[in-house]
């Protein structure tokens, strides 16, 4: 099977970085996806990593290490409505996204 | 435009008083899923379908059911819903052209069990 670790809750200000920890084990590893959601809302898209490296989308990166099972979603210059839950989900092989249990910012003035 | 349409968004129903939800979507895409969210919870995959191929996860309880006349329509039946179903019921959709394709989420339906 597959276990996908993040921390439950995080808070943050306004205007600061914020750095999103997700941890996987898992086989047969084919990406990594970040999405946000808010509260009573769909999921969204945020980003994808299937190599090492760092991915940069605008004031949103996402890192990712294949060798250490981990990834971090970076969010610069915060803002109010950045306060969301943040999902990591893995894919394996082709199948069905697995989803972590959520990270949930907090944007405090 | 909406992409994945869910409805409704909200649902009541009884005890044991069997419901349906239902879900479109306009990308034809092959591959529609079905989730279950329970508070701060991760999204809980129940079925998919890969065209009309089923397929059930192994832990998905047997009172939910689900159908897929066509690409565009999928339906989650919830035989006998108990206190415990409560929860947001989360339609997406994906082809699978390759890994990196997204997976695409309608709003959700929350589904109030009293």
């Known amino acids: 099977g597959q276990n996908i670790d993040q921390p439950t809750e995080m808070t943050a200000t306004e205007g600061a970085i914020v750095q999103i920890n997700c941890t996987y084990q898992?086989?047969?590893?084919?990406?990594l996806f970040w999405y946000q959601q808010h509260a009573g809302e769909a999921p969204t898209f945020l980003s994808y990593n299937v190599l090492d490296g760092l991915e940069e989308k605008g004031r949103f990166s996402s890192f990712l290490s294949r060798s250490k099972g981990y990834s971090y979603l970076l969010l610069k210059e915060l803002q109010m409505k950045d306060s969301a839950s943040y999902l990591c989900a893995v894919r394996v092989g082709n199948t069905p996204l697995v989803f972590g249990k959520g990270t949930r910012l907090s944007v405090i003035a | 435009d909406a992409m994945v349409i869910q409805n409704p968004r909200y649902q009541v129903t009884q005890f044991g008083k069997p419901v349906t939800l239902s879900c479109s979507q306009t990308l034809n895409h092959n591959v529609m899923y079905w989730y279950q969210q329970k508070s701060s919870q991760a999204p809980k995959l129940l079925f998919h379908y890969y065209d009309k191929d089923f397929n059930n996860e192994a832990d998905t309880p047997d009172n939910f059911q689900s159908r897929r006349p066509n690409t565009s329509f999928c339906f989650l039946d919830i035989r006998s819903p108990g206190l415990g179903d409560a929860a947001m019921y989360l339609c997406?959709?994906?082809?699978?052209?390759?890994?990196?394709?997204?997976?695409?989420f309608g709003p959700g339906t929350r589904l109030l069990v009293l």
């Open positions: 997406a959709t994906s082809t699978i052209a390759s890994p990196q394709e997204t997976q695409y």
């Open positions: 898992t086989s047969g590893f084919n990406g």
